[in-house]
C-alpha cells in the first residue's frame, strides 16, 4: 500500500508561452475560417446547396458558440456569388380596389417605375387642364350646348305652333310655361272665358289638355334623352382630349417598359382609367379637403415599392430582430380619417419574409416560437412557397371589416433558425411539420480538440478578434493565458472552448486592465486579473458560504480522524459562475435488515440521481459482503447540515467509505476530501466539476493553514479535467496540497484511513488486519445476532442478502 499524490508532470499540459514563436498578436496571420465547426459548416454548406422544397436549416448549439456570427459570415460570402432577386410592387387593381396587384420587375425596374408614374401624374396635373381649357375644347363644347339648345328652342316653337293652331298661348317665364285660352288671336281673362259658350269651353279646355301632354313628352321623354346624348358627347369628347393630352407621354413610357409585358399590362390600365377619370385631374370646383387628403384620388396611380435590389449586390441575407405576425409576413396598415380607418394598396408593408425573399432570413427559434401565430405562418408560407399579407384580426375572424386582399407573393427563400439543442429536439418530436420543412440541422461544437495545430489556430483566432475589436495588441503569455482559460471552460485538458462570447469577454476585459495597469501590450498577468474581476464580481455567495464553515458554524473538519464522516465535494451554480464546496458527509450503521437509509430521500430532499447512486453502493455491498452470509445491517446516510436539495451521484465514493469506515470502525482523516461515483463493482467513475471541488477545498486549506497533508482524491478518469489555478498548482509543487488519482474504492479507503484495504482468497476471505476484514467480521457479527435474536423470539431467521426486501424506488424531488 503505497499511493502516491499527483506530480505537476502527472497533470495536465497546459499551454504554456513557450510553444509560440511570435512576441504579439500582431505578428500573427487573421484566422478568416471558423475554428472548431467542420461538422456544422458542412451542414451549413449542404443545405444553402440543396435547392429542393424543405432544405432549410436549424443550427442548434448554446448560446455564445458563436452560431449567429458564424451563420452571418458564411451566408454573407455565400450571397454574394448568387444573383440579385428582382423588384416588387404593388399597384392598384382598377377593376377591383380591394385586390392589389403584385408586379416582378427586375433589379432597379421598380424604382424606375414608381418615378416614371410620379412624373407622369405631374406632367398631367398640367396637361390635361392645359387640354380642357384650350380654345378647340371650348368650341367643341359650345358646339355641343348649341346643338342641345337648339333642339329645344325648336322643340318648344312646334308647340307653340300647335297650340296657336288650336287657340292656345303658350308662355314661358322663371322656369314656368303657362297655357292661356285665345279667341280671335286674343288671350282670354277668366271671366270672358266664362261667358263663351260651353261647346267652346270644352274645346278649349281638351285643346289645353292635349297640348299639356305634348309639355309632357317634351320635358319627360324628349328633353331627358337629349341630355343623355348630350352627356355621351361631352364624355366622347372628354375622353377624346384626355386621350391626346396622355398619349404622347404614355407612348413614351410603353416603350420604355415594352420588355416587360406585366408592367405594359398596367400601363395600359393606367391609360384608360385616367381617360375615364380625367375630372380628378381637372381644378376641382367648391371646398376643398385640407392637406394631404387633397392629393389622395390621385393615389391610384402611384406605385408601392415594397422590395428595391437596383443597389443589391447578390442575395439579401435578413436578420429579423423581432420576429412578430406582423414583422414576418408583413403588414396593411391604416389612416384615420374622419374617424374612420381606411387603407388601400399604398399602405401595404412588407416583412422580413418579403425582404429575404429570394435570399435567406435568419431567426431566432426561441423568439419566433414566442410570438403569438408567428411560427404557425411561417410554416404556412413554407409550406406554400407564397407569402399572403393578411391581418392577424382577419385571419382569426375576431373583425368582419373589409380589408384588401393583396396578390401573394411567390416564395422563394431558405430559412436559417438559430436555437439550442433542446428546442430542437423538442420541435422534431412534437411538430410534425418541422422535420418537413427544416431537414437539415448543423450542429455547433463546444469544444475544439487540443494539438499544437489547433493551438496556433486558436492563438491567430484570438489574434483575429484583438483586431477586430481594436484592442491592444497580446503578448504570448497572454495567449497562453486566455488558452488555458478556454481549457477551463470546457473543463478538459483536450480540448479548447469554442464558447466565443467568453472568450471575447474575457479578451475585452483584459484589454481594459491592460489599460488600467499603463501596459500598452496585454500580459499574462493582465488576462488573470481580468479572470479574478469576472469571479469577484460574483462571488458573494461563495464567500458567504466560505465564511461560515471557517466561523465553524458549518461543520467542515480538515485535521483529526473521524470514524463514519468523510469530506465530500459538490458545486454550485450562481448564474454563469460555479464554485466547490466541501459538505460533511456521514454514516451509521447497526443491526436491522440490511437497508440502506437515504436520509436525504426519505425526506424528499434527495434527487433521483442521488438516489439511484445510494441503491449501487447498496449493491456492492451485498456484491462483496453478502455472498456467504445474510446482510443484517441498516445503514443511514445523510449530507450534515444541507437544508436544500441534494443531487447526482458524485459523491456516491465517499457515502460508500464512510459506510465502510462505520462498518470497520476505522476512523477517516478528515485532511482529505473526495469526490467520484461508484459503480456496483467498488470502480470509480468520472464526474463533473473537478477543478471546482479541489479548488473549493483547497481554498478552505488554505484559509486555515496548509499542512501538507490535506488533498482530494479523485477518479483516475477526471485527472485529463483538471485545469487548476496558478496557486493550487504552485502548492502541489510544493508539497503543501495533494491530489490522487484513484480506481477503485479500495485505494481511496486505505489512503483515508491509512490501513490496508485486503485482497481476498479463493474463498472470499480478506487479511486478517485489512479493512475488508473488519468490516466482513462486523457483518458477520450482525448476522448471528440477528439469527440469535430470530431464534430466541421463535421468529424466523434473517434472509440472505440476495433475498431481502426490495427498498422503495426512489421518489423524485426537487434539484438545488
Not at 368 to 397: C, M
Amino acid at each position: 500500500m503505497n499511493h502516491q499524490p499527483l506530480t505537476l508532470d502527472q497533470l495536465p499540459r497546459c499551454c504554456v508561452e513557450a510553444e509560440f514563436d511570435f512576441a504579439t498578436t500582431d505578428d500573427l496571420e487573421p484566422l478568416t475560417e471558423i475554428i472548431g465547426q467542420d461538422r456544422a459548416i458542412e451542414a451549413i454548406r449542404f443545405g444553402l446547396g440543396m435547392a429542393h422544397q424543405g432544405y432549410n436549416l436549424f443550427v442548434l448549439g448554446p448560446p455564445g458558440v458563436g452560431k449567429f456570427t458564424a451563420i452571418s459570415q458564411y451566408l454573407t460570402e455565400a450571397a454574394r456569388r448568387g444573383p440579385v432577386p428582382g423588384d416588387w410592387c404593388y399597384v392598384n387593381n382598377f377593376a377591383d380596389d380591394s385586390k392589389p396587384i403584385l408586379l416582378a420587375l427586375p433589379p432597379g425596374r421598380g424604382s424606375l417605375l414608381r418615378d416614371d408614374l410620379q412624373r407622369l401624374i405631374d406632367d398631367l396635373k398640367n396637361a390635361i387642364p392645359q387640354a380642357f381649357d384650350s380654345d378647340h375644347y371650348k368650341a367643341r363644347v359650345q358646339q355641343i350646348e348649341a346643338e342641345f339648345q337648339g333642339r329645344q328652342e325648336r322643340a318648344f316653337a312646334a308647340l307653340q305652333e300647335a297650340a296657336a293652331r288650336q287657340n292656345i298661348g303658350v308662355h314661358q317665364t322663371a322656369g314656368e310655361i303657362t297655357l292661356v285660352p285665345m279667341a280671335n288671336g286674343q288671350e282670354l281673362e277668366p271671366e270672358a272665358f266664362q261667358r263663351l259658350p260651353e261647346a267652346q269651353r270644352q274645346q278649349l279646355e281638351a285643346a289645353v289638355v292635349e297640348i299639356r301632354r305634348q309639355l309632357q313628352e317634351i320635358f319627360q321623354r324628349q328633353m331627358p334623352a337629349w341630355r343623355k346624348e348630350a352627356r355621351e358627347w361631352f364624355r366622347a369628347l372628354n375622353h377624346e382630349v384626355t386621350r391626346d393630352a396622355v398619349g404622347l407621354y404614355m407612348e413614351a413610357l410603353s416603350r420604355r417598359y415594352a420588355d416587360l409585358p406585366q408592367a405594359l399590362d398596367y400601363l395600359n390600365g393606367v391609360q384608360k382609367d385616367i381617360i375615364a377619370h380625367a375630372e380628378l385631374f381637372r381644378p376641382q370646383e367648391g371646398p376643398q379637403l385640407p392637406l394631404p387628403m387633397a392629393d389622395e384620388p390621385l393615389h391610384r396611380y402611384r406605385v408601392n415599392l415594397i422590395l428595391d435590389h437596383g443597389q443589391s449586390i447578390g442575395r439579401p441575407v435578413i436578420y429579423e430582430e423581432h420576429p412578430s405576425y406582423a414583422n414576418l409576413v408583413g403588414r396593411i396598415e391604416h389612416r384615420a380619417v374622419m374617424g374612420a380607418l381606411l387603407t388601400n394598396f399604398t399602405l401595404i408593408k412588407p416583412g422580413a419574409l418579403h425582404r429575404a425573399n429570394g435570399g435567406y432570413l435568419i431567426l431566432d427559434a426561441r423568439k419566433l416560437l414566442g410570438q403569438p401565430f408567428a411560427w404557425e405562418a411561417l410554416k404556412q408560407a413554407l409550406g406554400k412557397r407564397e407569402l399572403r399579407i393578411e391581418p392577424l384580426e382577419q385571419v382569426l375572424s375576431f373583425a368582419a371589416t373589409t380589408s384588401l386582399e393583396p396578390q401573394p407573393m411567390p416564395l422563394e427563400v431558405k430559412i436559417v433558425l438559430l436555437g439550442d439543442r433542446q428546442l430542437y429536439y423538442l420541435l422534431h418530436a412534437y411538430d410534425p411539420d418541422f422535420a418537413e420543412l427544416f431537414k437539415v440541422a448543423a450542429d455547433f461544437e463546444t469544444g475544439l480538440a487540443r494539438s499544437p495545430e489547433n493551438d496556433l489556430r486558436y492563438a491567430r483566432m484570438i489574434a483575429t478578434q484583438v483586431r477586430n475589436r481594436g484592442l491592444a495588441p497580446f503578448d504570448r503569455s497572454a495567449v497562453s493565458a486566455v488558452i488555458q482559460h478556454s481549457m477551463r471552460l470546457e473543463a478538459d485538458a483536450l480540448k479548447l472552448s469554442t464558447h466565443m462570447r467568453s472568450v471575447a469577454d474575457l479578451l475585452v476585459e483584459a484589454h481594459y486592465w491592460a489599460g488600467q495597469n499603463g501596459n500598452d501590450t496585454v500580459t499574462a498577468a493582465d488576462v488573470r486579473q481580468a479572470i479574478r474581476a469576472q469571479i469577484e464580481r460574483l462571488d458573494r455567495v461563495r464567500d458567504r458560504s466560505y465564511e461560515h464553515i471557517l466561523r465553524d458554524a458549518v461543520m467542515i473538519a480538515t485535521e483529526g480522524a473521524v470514524i463514519g464522516q468523510v469530506n465530500g465535494l459538490s458545486v454550485l451554480q450562481v448564474g454563469n459562475f460555479s464554485f466547490g464546496q466541501p459538505s460533511r458527509i456521514t454514516a451509521t450503521t447497526r443491526l436491522g435488515d440490511g437497508r440502506v437509509i437515504d436520509i436525504e430521500r426519505e425526506t424528499e430532499l434527495g434527487g433521483p440521481i442521488h438516489s439511484k447512486g445510494v441503491f449501487i453502493l447498496s449493491s456492492f455491498l451485498g456484491s462483496r459482503y453478502g455472498q456467504t452470509q445474510p446482510l443484517a445491517l441498516t445503514a443511514s446516510l445523510t449530507f450534515e447540515q444541507s437544508y436544500g436539495g441534494v443531487e447526482g451521484d458524485s459523491a456516491s465514493l465517499a457515502e460508500l467509505c464512510a459506510l465502510l469506515s462505520s462498518l470497520s470502525q476505522v476512523p477517516i482523516r478528515q485532511c482529505y476530501a473526495m469526490t467520484g461515483s461508484v459503480d456496483q463493482f467498488g470502480r470509480a467513475q468520472v464526474i463533473g466539476g473537478v477543478s471546482e471541488k479541489v479548488e473549493g477545498f483547497f481554498d478552505i486549506c488554505k484559509a486555515r493553514g496548509l499542512t501538507g497533508e490535506q488533498g482530494v482524491l479523485l477518479p483516475q478518469a477526471n485527472v485529463v479535467n483538471l485545469i487548476l489555478r496558478q496557486e493550487v498548482l504552485d502548492a502541489i509543487a510544493a508539497g503543501q496540497f495533494r491530489l490522487y488519482a484513484i480506481e477503485d474504492v479500495d485505494q481511496a479507503i486505505e489512503i483515508l484511513t491509512g490501513v490496508a484495504a485486503g485482497v481476498p482468497d479463493a474463498e472470499g476471505n480478506y487479511p486478517a488486519d485489512s479493512l475488508n476484514a473488519r468490516v466482513q467480521a462486523r457483518l458477520r457479527r450482525f448476522a448471528e445476532l440477528r439469527r440469535d435474536f430470530g431464534r430466541s423470539d421463535g421468529g424466523e431467521t434473517a434472509r440472505p442478502a440476495g433475498h431481502r426486501a426490495a427498498p422503495e424506488p426512489p421518489q423524485p424531488s426537487p434539484t438545488p
